[in-house]
Every structure is written in C-alpha cells, then in structure tokens.
C-alpha cells in the first residue's frame, strides 16, 4: 500500500521554527517529484515547495522564499520541509505529495501529484 503521512506539526509563536516530516511507503522516494502544499482557513490548497526527481533542484514559493526549506532523506524515505521565521500567515494544514508517473512540468502543479498525505496542522499564534 503507498502511503504519505505528514507529522511534527503543532503550535509555535510567531518568528519560531518547525520542521515537517513526511513519511512515504511502499515506494521509494528518491527517484520522484515530491512537493508541500498548505491549506489556510477559508482559503484555497496553495503550493510552497517541490522538489526534482534526479536533479534534485527544489524549489519554494515567494511567499515562503528564505524561510523554507524542502529536503529529502532517502535512507529513511522520509521527505521534510523546515520552517523559520513562522508567521500568522503560514498558519494551516500542511500536505506533502508525490508523484510516481514522471510527469513532466513543473513541480508545483498540484494536479501532478498522485499521492497524497491526510496533513499535519500548523498553527502559529502568540
């Protein structure tokens, strides 16, 4: 069975650090796209980072540019994005995703993706 499961989500103050980790099964993860998502209340899915199948090149939104962090650990087949610098803006449910099919484009078109984490909650408030 392929599974993604989000974890290490929770509270922090505003300008604190959490660092996401996605744990994937039954496939693994080095040789595909892999990429978080989020989530705010009220608000559409919108995509944060991404990451290259063989490059390795990543990528982050504007929004979250010089604050995330998306990485891999393929021993662990585990993928992980860091979090600094937390505002009440990045406040939501968190997503990782992969895609096992190649697809070419870009790595932050959400319809690429095939498999899907439930998400992790972050919630940054004082």
């Known amino acids: 069975q392929l599974q993604l499961v989000e974890s290490d989500g929770g509270l922090v103050q505003p300008g604190g650090s959490l660092r996401l980790s996605c744990l994937v099964s039954g496939f693994k993860l080095d040789y595909y796209d892999v990429a978080w998502f989020r989530q705010a209340p009220g608000k559409e899915r919108e995509w944060v980072s991404c990451?290259?199948?063989?490059?390795?090149?990543?990528y982050v939104a504007d929004s979250v540019k010089g604050r995330f962090f998306i990485f891999r650990d393929n021993v662990k087949n585990t993928m992980y994005m860091q979090m600094n610098s937390l505002s009440v803006e990045d406040t939501g449910n968190y997503y990782c995703a992969a895609d096992r099919l190649q697809t070419i484009g870009p790595c932050e078109i959400e319809s690429k993706y095939q498999y899907w984490g439930q998400g992790t909650q972050v919630t940054v408030s004082s």
């Open positions: 990451s290259k199948r063989g490059s390795g090149n990543t």
